[in-house]
């Protein structure tokens, strides 16, 4: 190992640790931080932000960078490092202060005028500032476009999910568009009726019902911890995750699955190989990798009439009978598909079709063929095309998600990704492993798990997304394997 690239590794890991600091301060704020820290905690999340960024940013890193290019004795992983180091430098470099200070500013008025905007369901009250989002996010993304040789719609993927362009989303989304709409159909036909669990629930008995079944999933409490808060989220370290959840007495499900699917977040970021902690080829591969993990879990395997049944026998044995909790109740109630409005509650068949119709809004505002003026009636247009249903009113319409006013374009189409992605790795793995089906029937998923550290989570950010794709779910990614998964689900019983 060379001089520069020793040094540069170090200089690295200073920036882990910094990003570290952050991750929990975030976590913090959102759990258990009082109402009176919250401006002294903006002033410290942006002091380290600062930190980082001219840490990163340096003349000192690209020089470093550059002298360990011309080093010819690094292994396969450091050489994954110093590319992934590469890129984070370059994307930074790309946008001069003032553009990223504009835009902080931007998103963060825009952010606070949604709020009430979404309360009142008046899209006009946020159009001004959402214009100037979209105006600073275009220029931002020709910008690092630029300086990566890329168009600016693939920059703005490539910052979420490196190495993903358009021109992979594309014939996967159009699929999407023509093949899910008469799925829905015949799906909803064939919903059954449900029982909703009698409750209360009383919400330490669902505490601890949550975390003894994380614990069976994996997750190590010894490394992570598991609290609550206004919105699920996974977050902290890979040393030290950091899970949320949010009970309601009176609706055991939602609460369930929603820590499910953190769980399979937090057992990635735990997988990490811990040789490269804190370095850029140490991280997550990605947003849809991310997503992937995450729907895996909740989605393929604790939605699966397998784990219901093992499901069943759990809920009864700690909240008592009742005949909600018969595995054929539990998926009418967890295999149950409509039409809606809202995407986050959205079904597996469903949900696609709300990505698919911000990903063709959000291209088309960063163009300028769509005027910000025109997105409440190209919104209601879309939906109307590909989920049958129109808004009766912006705040559920437009106005429901965050993203856009706080600049996160390119961020959407992940969500599907991964959904695509988990159902392709779930079928390699059962190929890969004869008694998987049984084991999730008993609660046990250490064999998928196993498989998943050494083919996805073990492997973090070394190989580029299409190579990781393509070894671990044995092909490129395609629609294929989810269709499949969802005609087998919601089709054939």
């Known amino acids: 190992m060379g001089w520069h690239y020793a040094a540069l590794e170090d200089r690295l890991a200073r920036l882990g640790h910094l990003e570290g600091a952050l991750a929990v301060l975030n976590w913090d704020t959102a759990v258990c931080m009082p109402e009176g820290g919250s401006a002294a905690r903006g002033e410290q999340i942006a002091t380290l932000r600062r930190l980082a960024h001219d840490l990163l940013t340096a003349d000192e890193t690209g020089e470093l960078i550059a002298g360990a290019e011309a080093e010819s004795d690094l292994d396969a992983w450091q050489r994954a490092n ?50 100037e989002v979209v105006r600073l996010v275009r220029e931002a993304a020709e910008r690092v476009g630029g300086a990566l040789g890329l168009e600016p719609y693939d920059a703005l993927l490539d910052e979420y999910q490196p190495d993903l362009r358009e021109d992979l989303v594309r014939p996967l989304f159009e699929r999407l568009a023509r093949e899910l709409p008469p799925l829905l159909e015949a799906a909803i036909a064939r919903n ?63 609460a369930l699955m929603a820590a499910l699917h953190e769980t399979g977040h937090a057992l990635y970021e735990a997988g990490l190989p811990r040789r490269w902690l804190g370095q850029p080829v140490g991280e997550a591969r990605g947003i849809v990798v991310h997503e992937s993990q995450s729907l895996l879990l909740e989605m393929q395997v604790c939605r699966s009439a397998a784990f219901l049944g093992f499901l069943a026998r759990e809920l009864a044995a700690v909240f008592g009978p009742d ?24 079904d597996e068949i469903s949900y696609p079709l709300h990505v698919v119709l911000r ?25 109307a095309e590909l989920l049958g249903v129109v808004p009766p009113d912006d705040a559920r319409g437009c106005l429901q998600d965050i993203h856009w006013p706080s600049g996160a374009f390119g961020y959407f189409p992940c969500y599907t990704l991964g959904a695509l992605l988990a159902a ?33 989570h073990g492997r973090a950010s070394l190989l580029p997304f299409a190579e990781l794709v393509a070894e671990a779910a044995g092909g490129p990614l395609s629609v294929e394997p989810f269709l499949d998964h969802l005609r087998a689900r919601y089709l054939a019983a």
């Open 82 to 131: 110093l590319r992934e180091a590469r890129r984070r430098f370059v994307r930074a470099r790309a946008l001069e202060p003032g553009l990223v200070e504009a835009l902080a500013r931007a998103t963060n008025r825009c952010e606070m005028v949604w709020r009430e905007a979404r309360r009142r369901s008046d899209f006009a009250l946020l159009r001004p500032h959402l214009e």
């Open 192 to 254: 059954r009726p449900a029982l909703r669990p009698g409750g209360p629930f009383p919400l330490s008995a669902q505490k601890t019902f949550v975390r003894a079944l994380m614990a069976r999933l994996g997750f190590d409490f010894r490394a992570g911890r598991l609290d609550e808060s206004a919105h699920p989220f996974c977050g902290g370290t890979p040393t030290d995750v950091r899970v949320t959840a949010r009970y309601r007495e009176d609706d055991l499900a939602s």
């Open 323 to 346: 005949p909600a909790f018969a595995p054929a109740n539990l998926r009418a109630i967890w295999h149950r598909v409509e039409r809606g409005l809202i995407r986050v509650d959205a």
């Open 359 to 383: 990903w063709r809004l959000e291209k088309a505002l960063l163009s300028g063929d769509l005027p910000v003026a025109e997105l409440p009636g190209a919104w209601s247009a879309g939906m």
């Open 424 to 456: 392709q790795l779930f079928r390699a793995a059962r190929a890969a492993l004869p008694g998987l089906e049984e084991g999730i029937a008993r609660g046990d998923i250490q064999a998928l798990l196993a498989w998943l550290r050494l083919r996805v």
